[in-house]
């Protein structure tokens, strides 16, 4: 009823996203897993958990106000694996009891036996734990297939791309604001609608965008005219600088190069005498010797890179770097 509705709307606005998502991921999580390894046969009665999670749960985090099923089941893989590592414990609940049993039988043995003493053999216990790990692993690859067939072509290239290494970085380490890795609730809804091609709930963009094509989230992340690819660009380029900053010597943002005083170059490189890189710094390969350091955004989704692999797209990309 309305006081049901009204508790909704006010849960989604008090939670922050990626603190919430945090303290569930991290924490809370945990309880139901302690619950499924030490008590079997609880399936059924983790449903209403279940519930909770993909009505209340993810639409408070995510900003989005629906999670079909296909969203759910993506969102219930690792982040390693394009998900969001929210798993679902009515899935996980039989798989974790027995995982509990492997380890714990040997020590379950001893007490049924009323040893005295119960020493586990190391090397015994890192066989047990490392064959449990690969259980799980197969069975959240198989999982991540199975959704996988599912999708549109796009979006199984979407999650190839989100199942890169360091494209998930801003889900699994902790929101600490003193090393800036914290979002505002609205900057968290905004990396889940992009990772997934979800619209953005709230978005203040123009529907035209300045060029005169329509602003869509994949437009804007391609168009040169908008100033995201900018904003992107010098983001990355002054995080790097300012790491580089704390451990080397004279560290500069877009430094003026030396003159080429016409010199035989690669064809495309910029001759011009207000030629810039994106970062100078000394002291990082040997004492005093000054490195340079440029940086490229690209667009997975854009039309460019549709029809090419990851590697072969990272690879075409460089080459175009490197001819500059």
């Known amino acids: 009823g309305i006081n049901a509705e009204y508790g909704k709307q006010w849960y989604q606005r008090r939670v922050r996203g990626q603190l919430a998502y945090s303290a569930y991921v991290m924490g ?20 209403e958990i279940e519930d909770a999670i993909r009505y209340r749960l ?33 899935i996980m609940a039989d798989l974790e009891h027995a995982n509990s049993v492997a380890v714990t039988s040997k020590l379950c043995d001893a007490i049924l036996e009323q040893k005295m003493e119960y020493k586990p053999e190391p090397e015994e216990q890192r066989e047990v734990m490392a064959s449990i790990r690969k259980i799980k692993n197969d069975l959240l690859k198989s999982m991540a297939d199975k959704f996988k067939q599912k999708l549109s072509p796009k979006e199984q290239r979407n999650l190839d791309w989100i199942s890169e290494k360091g494209a998930s ?27 997934y091609n979800m619209p953005i709930v709230g978005d203040p963009r123009p529907e035209i ?6 602003n869509t989230i994949e437009h804007a992340l391609s168009c040169k005219k908008g100033g995201y690819v900018s904003l992107r660009h010098n983001c990355i380029r002054d995080y790097i600088a300012g790491e580089l900053d704390s451990i080397c ?8 190069l030396l003159s080429t ?22 002291d990082f390969w040997t004492t005093m ?7 490229r955004v690209l667009n997975s989704q854009a039309p460019s890179n549709a029809n090419q692999s990851i590697p072969q797209t ?11």
């Not at 999580?29 to 983790?46: A, M, N, V």
Request: aromatic share 8%.
């Open 169 to 195: 970085s801003f889900l699994t380490c902790l929101p600490l604001e003193k090393l800036r890795f914290h979002l505002t609730r609205q900057e968290f809804h905004d990396a889940i609608s992009v990772r």
């Open 209 to 214: 965008c300045c060029c005169g094509d329509k």
């Open 314 to 324: 990272f690879l075409k990309h460089e080459k175009e770097k490197n001819a500059l």
């Open 289 to 295: 010797d000054k490195a340079f350091f440029d940086v």
């Open 28 to 47: 809370v999580s945990k309880e139901w897993s302690f619950l499924t390894r030490t008590t079997p046969g609880i399936q059924q009665y983790l449903q």
């Open 249 to 256: 010597y004279n560290t500069q943002i877009e430094p003026r």
């Open 58 to 90: 993810l639409p408070a985090i995510t900003g989005q106000p629906f999670i079909d099923d296909t969203l759910r089941n993506i969102m219930a893989l690792p982040a390693r694996l394009g998900g969001l590592g929210i798993e679902s414990p009515v």
């Open 261 to 282: 005083n016409g010199r035989d170059l690669p064809e495309g490189t910029i001759t011009d005498d207000h030629a810039r890189l994106d970062i100078s710094t000394r």
